[in-house]
Structures are given as C-alpha cells and as structure tokens.
DNA sequence: CTTTCAGCCTGGGCGC
DNA sequence: TGCGCCCAGGCTGAAA
C-alpha cells in the first residue's frame, strides 16, 4: 500500500532511470484509462519524475511548438510503475518480477515504450489511476507536504487547533498532510506516545512537537529503507522496501511492544486497522 | 460542519 | 483439488 515514501522511493528511482528518454509510443490495456489521451505523448521527451502527495507525476517536453503535458499516477494499493530496459535480457526483467505474483501479464495495464526500454504500469485491481494533464498537477494546494520547510511543529499546531476528530485518521487526511496513510500513521502515534484515539485538538503544544518530529523521523527513515513491503509494493526495478523490518506496531497485534513488552492492540477507526501499544501512548 | 459508509476491484487465504 | 466466502485498503461521493 504506498504511501509518501513508497511514492517517494520509486519517483527518485524512475527520475534516475527514465529522465531524458523520449516516448516512442503508449499501449493502453485498460479502458478506464481513457486510451486515446496518452497517444499525443508520443514524440515528448520525460524531464523529470516527481512525488506529489501520494502520486508519481512525470513532466514531458514537447519538440518545437508544442506544448509541455504532464502525466500523474496515483498507485493506490497494487498500482506500479516498473522500467523494464532493453538492454535486459527479456527474461531477467520478467524473472525479476515474476515472483511477485500479482505483477503479470494480466496486471499489465499501460506501457509507455521509450527510447532503450519500457515503463510499465501494472495494477492488479485496477484502483490506481493514470491521468493526463496540460498543466502540472499541483495536488491538493491546501496540503502540507511533511518533508517541506512549511510543515513545522507551529504550522501543524495551527492546523490541528480545534480539530474534533481523532489524532490517527486526522494524519491521513490528504487535504491537510499530503501522503500519510495506514502504515505510517500507526507508526508516527507510537514513536511520539500518543494514544491515535485522542482528538487533535486536544493535544498540548508538547504533544504536537512530537508528533511532527515523529512524522519528519519515521517518514525520513522509511525513505531511507526504500519504503515497506508486504505483498504489493516494490520499487522501480520490482524489488521489495526493507522499513517492515523496522516497523514496531503496524500488523502487530498481541505482539510484545518494543518499548514496554506489553501486547500490541488493533482497533479500527473509520473502517481502518490501527495499531498501538495503550500502555506506551496516552 | 461532521461522521459514516458503500463502491471501486481482484488476488490471496481460509474453511469445507 | 476446488469452490465459495471474505478481506485488504486509498479515495470519492452520497447519505445521515
């Protein structure tokens, strides 16, 4: 399930990999991707692959007067974007994959063909989307990107003043922080101690100084461990994120806590697991 | 304004 | 071996 730094792991991996390519040509095998857009791609060149929120967002320059396009793919949960080179024998780019059963020839949903390879979208149940846009796609402009200079422990107090709801679905809001989901939520409450049932507005100026370094520590870390792995995402060249190794309470349930050795407790909020240890996080 | 919830999808895991 | 059932979960939009 990619979140920022599953996003962030295979932009910074595609931006290495694909920049300065030109399209030769897109195959759509998905009609809820609305084919025929992509066809004018055709002949644009990829500048450069960013993260935006949770979406990969490409930039394409046109040759002569044609104008600059974008492309943005939003993974979802199975969405992935894998670059598959030519110079690799066939076989070891499909061997590469192969064991990861989801990605396969039915996964396949669109293929951008470039000069000296293919990138390949694959999303097993079809919830990823792949737009085409004229202008950038800036996302949501009220979010606050939480690796920026703008997320500070002020600026998010300031968001979280008078917030009725509860501090773990809060996190996941993506008109507010841009790019936290399940995993990293559960993970960001416990490492600064906070109970995820707590209304954020209810947290005292203390309190939301941890959660901002704990946001800024776990998301820094994870990116650092190219994201987390368990049965869908991988990166860029269809290899797994190392952060599940790191993870102290997400899928945790009734095991020890790191801190404190009681159990591990999962409760759902807004249709959601959460995980967190009661005794660690008041 | 808030919160809740169905729907989108399909592979995988489970019980029988 | 295989069938039916349920779950995963980000996000949208409708309903309460």
Same mark, same amino acid.
């Given at each position: ?22 399209v ?17 791609l055709?002949?644009?060149t ?16 046109g ?44 996964s396949?949903?669109?293929?951008? +063909? ?38 500070t422990?002020?600026?998010? +107090?300031e968001l ?7 501090i ?13 989901g ?20 209810s ?11 704990s ?26 994120? #190392?952060?599940? #190794? ?5 899928k #945790? ?30």
């Amino acid at each position: 399930m990619p979140e920022l730094p599953e996003v962030e792991t295979v932009a910074r991996q595609l931006a290495q990999l694909i920049s300065g390519r030109k399209v030769k040509g897109i195959t759509v095998r998905d009609e809820k991707l609305r084919g025929p857009e992509f066809v004018q791609l055709t002949g644009y060149t990829v500048k450069t692959v960013e993260r935006v929120g949770k979406r990969v967002v490409l930039s394409f320059t046109g040759s002569g007067e044609k104008p600059p396009l974008w492309v943005s793919v939003h993974l979802r949960m199975t969405g992935r974007l894998i670059w598959c080179p030519d110079d690799a024998p066939e076989r070891s780019c499909e061997d590469m994959y192969a064991h990861r059963r989801a990605v396969t020839e039915k996964s396949l949903r669109l293929t951008f +063909a470039l000069s000296g390879g293919e990138l390949r979208f694959h999303d097993a149940r079809r919830f990823g989307m792949v737009l085409l846009h004229e202008t950038p796609p800036a996302g949501d402009q009220a979010a606050l990107e939480p690796l920026s200079d703008a997320f500070t422990a002020a600026r998010l +107090a300031e968001l979280l003043s008078g917030a009725r709801g509860e501090i773990k679905p809060w996190l996941m809001r993506q008109d507010k922080l841009a790019g936290i989901g399940n995993i990293y939520a559960s993970e960001i409450l416990f490492d600064a101690g906070i109970d995820p049932r707590r209304s954020g507005g209810s947290l005292d100026a203390a309190e939301v100084r941890r959660v901002h370094r704990s946001t800024v520590k776990i998301l820094r870390l994870a990116i650092k461990y190219c994201g987390t792995t368990f049965s869908d995402f991988q990166d860029a060249g269809g290899k797994q994120g #190392k952060f599940q #190794k790191l993870l102290k309470v997400y899928k #945790k349930e009734g095991s020890p806590c790191p801190t404190c050795g009681g159990a591990i407790e999962r409760i759902v909020q807004q249709q959601r697991s959460t995980f967190y240890c009661s005794a660690c996080q008041h």
